[in-house]
T-cell receptor
Framework: QKEVEQNSGPLSVPEGAIASLNCTYS??????FFWYRQYSGKSPELIMS????GDKEDGRFTAQLNKASQYVSLLIRDSQPSDSATYLC???????????????FGKGTKLSVKP | DVKVTQSSRYLVKRTGEKVFLECVQD?????MFWYRQDPGLGLRLIYF???????EKGDIPEGYSVSREKKERFSLILESASTNQTSMYLC???????????????FGSGTRLTVV
């Protein structure tokens, strides 16, 4: 059973701090990794994708990938109360002999940014 | 922007009713998915489709069926609604996979279904 694991939280950080969200996955051959943000009562929204080892930065968000450790993380710099949401990690799992793949989602980490 | 439109935001249905949830995407995506999301259980895949007329069972297909007659439309059918199908239902679409790499999914706004 392919799995994606996240701490459920809640993770509480003060406004202006760095929030660090972590995710581990079980399938060694996964090649595509995503972070989604989900506000309460809303649907998930894609905020970051990463395909290569290392860091990828987009504004206040940085995704980090380490395929050897099967670990992906999301850093949010200068956290704002508007960042308070549940963050879902998603990893692609290939099927149909490698011709297609589906995303496997973690259960999410709830982030709370306190003013 | 890709738009994935779910026909209803809130639905209340009676036990035993046949329920149709519609999803339409406007970006020519190959792949479409239906999930349900419940507190503490995360997103659970019900059915998915990689092409018109194609459908595959996900992790929890029991009590559900799907239809994909056109590329842009993927319908979820609850054959005989039960109270344990009360949930948030999310449709998603994607370009799929190329060279072993996947595109991300775009989700619709969701349908909160209550079965009474």
């Amino acid at each position: 059973q392919k799995e994606v694991e996240q701490n459920s939280g809640p993770l509480s950080v003060p406004e202006g701090a760095i929030a660090s969200l972590n995710c581990t996955y079980s399938d060694r051959v996964s090649q595509s990794f995503f972070w989604y943000r989900q506000y309460s009562g809303k649907s998930p929204e894609l905020i970051m994708s990463i395909y290569s080892n290392g860091d990828k930065e987009d504004g206040r968000f940085t995704a980090q990938l380490n395929k050897a450790s099967q670990y992906v993380s999301l850093l949010i710099r200068d956290s704002q109360p508007s960042d308070s949401a549940t963050y879902l990690c998603a990893v692609n799992i290939m099927n149909y002999g490698g011709s297609q793949g589906n995303l496997i989602f973690g259960k999410g980490t709830k982030l709370s940014v306190k003013p | 922007d890709v738009k994935v439109t779910q026909s209803s935001r809130y639905l209340v249905k009676r036990t035993g009713e046949k329920v149709f949830l519609e999803c339409v995407q406007d970006m020519d995506h190959e792949n479409m998915f239906w999930y349900r999301q419940d507190p503490g259980l995360g997103l659970r895949l019900i059915y998915f489709s990689y092409d018109v007329k194609m459908k595959e069972k996900g992790d929890i297909p029991e009590g559900y069926s799907v239809s994909r007659e056109k590329k842009e439309r993927f319908s979820l059918i609850l054959e005989s609604a039960s109270t344990n199908q009360t949930s948030m239902y999310l449709c998603a679409s994607s370009f799929g996979t190329a060279g072993g790499y996947s595109y991300g999914y775009t989700f619709g706004s969701g349908t909160r279904l209550t079965v009474v």
